[in-house]
């Protein structure tokens, strides 16, 4: 079974960068692949971005192009994602998650509240 | 604005049924696999369907899901106050060649 451990909660100010990471356990991290969600308070599921380990290439949703950076360890079967110019609106709940055979999310990641504040 | 559109909210008595709709287009829906997700209060989510229908073993089977041309439904019946949660359908877009979700739907026990 696997499974999917993130980085404790964060609190940046604004403009500042933050990285969240993955740590997963139990599966074959180099062949998954490992997607990024984020969800705003009271708002719904946030599509960020992507990464295959093996391949090392990440794909990443219009909104974050050039402020995101998925990034995975190999070695320690780890996947980050930084944030940087962080803004009040990137408050949030950020999760990782597994994707599986028909492309479903089958494992997440127990989510890590990252608050952008002065 | 979400690319999947679901209603905001569904509610029902205890025991009853209620289907949740999500209405996509050709490079979404209508072009690949449905995957259905519960969010319980203060936890992540959960896959409850894949490939349109299918339920991972845990999964009870009062949960079902459906897919015809570009929407795809998720039913829940003989409802419990247990289900009290959001539900997010979700998929690939081609045109976007980025994972969409709706904008989640609230289903309240009465």
């Known amino acids: 079974q696997v499974q999917l451990e993130q980085s404790g909660a964060e609190v940046r100010e604004p403009g500042s960068s933050v990285k969240v990471s993955c740590k997963a356990s139990g599966g074959t991290f180099s062949s998954d692949r490992i997607h990024w969600v984020r969800q705003a308070p009271g708002q719904g599921l946030e599509w960020m971005g992507r990464i295959t380990p093996i391949l090392g290439v990440p794909n990443y949703a219009q909104n974050f192009q050039g402020r995101v950076t998925i990034t995975a360890d190999r070695s320690t079967s780890t996947a980050y994602m930084d944030v940087s110019s962080l803004r009040s609106e990137d408050t949030a709940i950020y999760y990782c998650t597994r994707e599986g055979e028909w492309q479903e999310f089958n494992n997440w990641g127990q989510g890590t509240l990252v608050t952008v504040s002065s | 604005q979400s690319v999947l559109t679901q209603p905001p909210s569904v509610s029902a008595a205890p025991g009853q049924k209620v289907t949740i709709s999500c209405s996509g287009s050709?490079?979404?829906?209508?072009?690949?696999?449905v995957s259905w997700y519960q969010q319980l209060p203060g936890t992540a989510p959960k896959v409850l369907i894949y490939d349109n229908y299918k339920r991972p073993s845990e999964i009870s089977d009062r949960f079902s899901g459906s897919k015809s041309g570009t929407s795809a439904t998720l039913g829940i019946t003989g409802l419990q106050t247990g289900d009290e949660a959001d539900y997010f359908c979700?998929?690939?877009?081609?045109?976007?060649?980025?994972?969409?979700f709706g904008g989640g739907t609230k289903v309240t026990v009465l």
């Open positions: 979700g998929t690939w877009d081609s045109s976007l060649s980025a994972w969409v």
């Open positions: 050709s490079s979404n829906i209508g072009r690949t696999y």
